[in-house]
């Protein structure tokens, strides 16, 4: 079965602070798609990143980054400089290619960026 | 392009009434699927479809039924509202295998059992 665990409940930091949220996956297949989704105060679920399991490169986008690393199966975010606008609930999730690709779903990083 | 609609957005019932919500997707998707959200949790799946005609459970399925008549709907049916079932909501859709679009989600329909 396939699982998403993301440890951290909850993280508080000061504005312009860097923080990175935590994301460890299992799965028995071989090839996977791991996403990250934004859940701002208004309750919408924002896509952020998808990344298939066979390209291990990592990515920036602005002050977003993402670390994929398939012998730790872990994918972890970055968050740098980080502004108020940031805080939101922050979900990781995995599902496979090949199927229906139903997502499973951590249980969410609750960030709070103080000003 | 609307993408993924829900209706309502919010709704109160009454334990052991019964109500439909709607999902509705102009992107002519093949899949589709219902998750819902407790407070403080992540999403879990309640039913799938890959196509017109065929549904499957997913993870927490008991309570609900859905139908797919068309590509285009997906609704889900609460027969007798219980306590437990007050979650919010979420419709998705997919374009089908291998696409590089990621999953469209709905707003979301806040609903609570009282």
């Known amino acids: 079965a396939q699982k998403v665990t993301q440890a951290q409940t909850e993280i508080s930091v000061v504005e312009k602070e860097d923080v990175t949220l935590d994301c460890v996956y299992e799965?028995?297949?071989?090839?996977?798609?791991l996403f990250w989704y934004k859940q701002p105060p208004s309750g919408e679920l924002v896509f952020l990143i998808r990344?298939?399991?066979?390209?291990?490169q990592n990515e920036i986008s602005g002050r977003y980054s993402w670390n994929f690393q398939k012998s730790t199966s872990s994918f972890n975010f970055t968050i740098t400089a980080s502004q108020v606008v940031d805080s939101a609930v922050y979900f990781c999730?995995?599902?496979?290619?090949?199927?229906?690709?139903?997502?499973?779903f951590g249980q969410g990083t609750r960030l709070t960026i103080n000003p | 392009n609307a993408g993924v609609t829900q209706t309502p957005k919010f709704r109160i019932l009454k334990i052991g009434q019964s109500m439909t919500l709607q999902c509705t997707q102009d992107?002519?998707?093949?899949?589709m699927y219902w998750y819902r959200q407790d407070p403080g949790m992540g999403l879990k799946l309640i039913y799938y479809?890959?196509?017109?005609?065929?549904?499957d459970k997913g993870e927490v399925p008991n309570g609900y039924n859905v139908s797919r008549s068309t590509t285009e709907d997906f609704p889900l049916r609460l027969e007798l509202a219980a306590p437990s079932q007050t979650s919010v909501y979420f419709c998705?859709?997919?374009?089908?295998?291998?696409?590089?679009?990621?999953?469209?989600f709905g707003d979301g329909t806040r609903l609570s059992i009282l």
């Open positions: 999730a995995l599902s496979d290619i090949q199927g229906a690709q139903k997502l499973v």
């Open positions: 799965t028995r297949d071989t090839t996977y798609y």
């Open positions: 990344r298939n399991s066979f390209d291990e």
């Open positions: 992107m002519n998707h093949n899949y």
């Open positions: 479809s890959v196509g017109a005609g065929i549904t």
């Open positions: 998705a859709s997919n374009p089908k295998t291998g696409s590089r679009q990621p999953q469209h």
